[in-house]
């Protein structure tokens, strides 16, 4: 087992080496592969902090001009069509949760390169401004509070702007429950969420306003999937609130972009056969995850994986694994 860790990361070093030297090409020879990338947010600086899943301005457009140079980057449907290019890898692009700065940042930019993207939009909207892990996420960070509570629970702050309970944090908590559950957390940090720099952080909260939806939806190069309507963890509350979420952001992004939505991400990649089943009776036609529950699921045509971008890696790590097709 050591001997396999050792080698696998001699391997990557060698790859970043090669990338260093300008020597990229040599790792294309003969390298075929499907990719379809998971992409969340990007913003100025590719700031952390406050999200852990966002990378730079800077970032994306230099790995999207690497890909569109080097790969063949194609649509979504043309990737579930198959029509892809032998030696090569071939790459389709994807966003989840419809943030303003999607619309922002990264549309310019694919738009420069050509590059096809499908985007999986939480609609929210009529709730909340801001999906509930963002709200979580900056409040945790700016609070002076120590300790809140939560269920009856005593959550104390720690020295990653966490608050934990029972060594699990309420961010983790709140997968496992209810949006009406979610919504008392909002009432817990009202007056927090107030005094933030709202304005100054918003590329970390704001979403996309319908009529941006419908700019997208109408663009040649992109297409618009649904994500959802609160982003709960749908496999964690009743099969029939689970429906209804599904329900209610089909309907809503059907009635904003005037067309049917027959695309699918599932909030947090989680999934169940019940909750799939049910995606299929409505009219989804494709179910994009992170993971498959099962070896079945893998051979099934209208469920696909994707690779998740990680933010703490450079480009030339980014590449290699990408190469590779996973992170281990």
């Not at 800077?58 to 032998?86: E, G």
């Not at 939480?122 to 709200?135: E, G, N, S």
């Not at 817990?188 to 319908?210: Q, T």
């Amino acid at each position: 087992m050591l001997w396999i860790r050792i080698k696998y990361r001699l391997g990557l070093l060698y790859n970043i080496t090669l990338f260093k030297l300008g020597l990229g090409k040599l790792l294309l020879k003969n390298r075929y592969g499907e990719r379809i990338l998971l992409f969340h947010g990007i913003d100025r600086n590719g700031e952390t902090r406050y999200n852990s899943r966002f990378v730079s301005e800077t970032f994306f457009d230099a790995f999207i001009n690497y890909i569109t140079t080097h790969y063949n980057v194609i649509s979504l449907d043309d990737f579930y069509n198959k029509k892809f290019k032998k030696n090569t890898l071939n790459i389709a692009i994807t966003f989840d949760d419809g943030y303003l700065n999607n619309y922002k940042y990264a549309v310019p930019i694919l738009q420069k390169y050509n590059a096809p993207a499908c985007f999986y939009i939480t609609t929210v909207h009529k709730k909340a401004p801001y999906l509930w892990p963002d709200f979580i996420d900056l409040v945790s960070y700016h609070t002076t509070r120590t300790e809140i509570t939560f269920q009856q629970n005593l959550y104390k702050k720690n020295n990653k702007n966490e608050f934990i309970w029972n060594g699990i944090s309420l961010k983790t908590i709140a997968k496992t429950v209810s949006y009406d559950a979610i919504e008392s957390i909002y009432h817990i940090f009202s007056e927090d969420w107030k005094n933030l720099p709202l304005e100054a952080l918003g590329d970390y909260w704001k979403l996309m306003s319908p009529e941006q939806i419908k700019v997208i939806a109408i663009h040649p190069l992109f297409t618009i999937g649904a994500h959802g309507n609160t982003h709960i963890n749908l496999t964690n509350v009743p099969l029939e609130v689970a429906q209804n979420e599904i329900l209610t952001s089909k309907q809503q992004l059907e009635s904003i972009c005037k067309r049917h939505i027959t695309e699918f991400a599932f909030p947090f990649g989680a999934y169940n056969p019940d909750i799939a089943k049910y995606c299929s009776e409505l009219g989804f036609k494709r179910l994009l995850l992170i993971d498959y529950n099962t070896k079945e699921d893998s051979q099934n045509e209208n469920y696909k994986n994707r690779f998740v971008i990680n933010p703490y890696i450079s480009m030339e790590q980014q590449i290699s694994y990408l190469l590779k097709g996973s992170y281990f």
